[in-house]
């Protein structure tokens, strides 16, 4: 059974720095794409940053391009999102995701984890 379990979530100031951690279960993780998205209440999950299989590819929501930085760990079978120089609109929840090919242009499997919560104050 396909689990995604995010953590790293809190509250920090702008300007501050968290890194997010997902750990994966239930697929071959190193054979597909991974996404961090972001959701705000009201509004569309959005897709931030992805990974493709290989780790030489990565691709950012242009908001973030230069803050963010995802990783991943094909022999841990997890994918973080190191994120700096926060900014009060990156306040959401935000989980990762499982692709359904090697790179995003797959798409994403939209099975959703809990998320973790970003707050951002200002």
């Known amino acids: 059974q396909l689990q995604l379990v995010e953590s790293g979530g809190g509250l920090v100031q702008t300007g501050g720095s968290l890194r997010l951690s997902c750990t994966t279960s239930?697929?071959?993780?190193?054979?597909?794409?991974m996404g961090w998205f972001r959701q705000v209440e009201g509004k569309e999950r959005e897709l931030v940053a992805s990974?493709?299989?290989?780790?030489?590819?990565?691709s950012y929501e242009e908001s973030v391009q230069g803050r963010f930085t995802i990783t991943r760990d094909n022999n841990k079978n997890t994918v973080s999102l190191e994120m700096t120089d926060l900014e009060p609109g990156d306040t959401a929840d935000y989980y990762c995701e499982t692709g359904k090919g090697r790179t995003r242009y797959a798409g994403f499997r939209e099975i959703w984890g809990q998320g973790t919560l970003v707050t951002v104050s200002s």
């Open positions: 239930g697929f071959t993780f190193s054979d597909v794409a």
């Open positions: 990974i493709d299989w290989k780790s030489f590819k990565t």
